[in-house]
């Protein structure tokens, strides 16, 4: 069954401190994956896509990771701020479907406290 | 250039009545989706339209729930007899290009529906 596991479910910082965000998933065959930014009664907006080749992509203050093999994914913060407070979802596709090969996870809900 | 329009953003319903969710893609888009999304829950598929047709409906509730994407004017989410379970954030995106492989997805604000 396609799956997207992300952990933790929730995190508290401290702004100006770094933070790590993990996904794992088994979605097969896999085609990409994606991270997405979504404020609190708001839309999900994108900040990564990576294909299988890619193992590394920045946004910013935004680095994702890709391992293919061991399919995980993790999406790392530098130096955080109260405004990176938010829900970070992990959406991963197949190959070749329609958008309803779109496997979204739950999402980690990032809280940055002054 | 204005994104994905959602409206309305916020809409309470009693149970039975309908619900009209609509949706415009960003300018020059012609590919819509539909998400749910439950509280503490990820976004789930529901439909993939493109202007006239319905490409996958594999994830819409087979009684009450329809999707339109007319050749003119907004996609339309429209859910017959409502009942509480269908309380939540309606989203829409759209892309410029069909499938995960090539389409950048832009999401609208979502429509939150409360059903009582």
């Known amino acids: 069954k396609n799956q997207v596991e992300q952990s933790p479910q929730s995190l508290i910082i401290l702004e100006g401190k770094n933070c790590t965000l993990q996904c794992n998933y088994t979605v097969s065959p896999f085609s990409n994956l994606r991270w997405y930014k979504q404020d609190t009664g708001r839309g999900p907006v994108s900040l990564t896509i990576m294909t299988f080749s890619e193992n590394t992509k920045s946004n910013g203050r935004y680095t994702a990771t890709l391992d293919a093999d061991t399919k995980q994914s993790s999406l790392h913060i530098t130096a955080s701020q109260l405004s990176d407070s938010a829900s970070y979802i992990c959406v991963v596709s197949a190959v070749g479907g329609s958008q309803g090969n779109l496997i979204f996870g739950k999402g980690t809900k990032l809280s940055v406290k002054p | 250039n204005a994104g994905v329009m959602q409206n309305p953003r916020h809409l309470v319903r009693r149970r039975g009545q309908e619900a009209r969710l609509r949706c415009s893609p960003m300018k020059g888009h012609s590919h819509v989706y539909w998400y749910r999304q439950l509280p503490e829950e990820g976004l789930k598929f529901m439909v993939y339209l493109q202007k006239e047709n319905i490409i ?8 009450r729930f329809s999707a339109e994407f007319p050749k003119e004017g907004p996609s339309i989410l429209r859910i ?3 009942v509480r379970g269908d309380s939540a954030a309606y989203f829409c995106a759209s892309s410029l290009n069909r ?8 999401f609208g604000e979502g429509s939150r529906l409360t059903v009582l």
């Open chain 2, 56 to 63: 996958d409906e594999s994830g819409m509730p087979k009684e």
């Open chain 2, 80 to 82: 017959q007899q409502v």
């Open chain 2, 99 to 106: 499938g995960p492989d090539t389409g950048e997805l832009f």
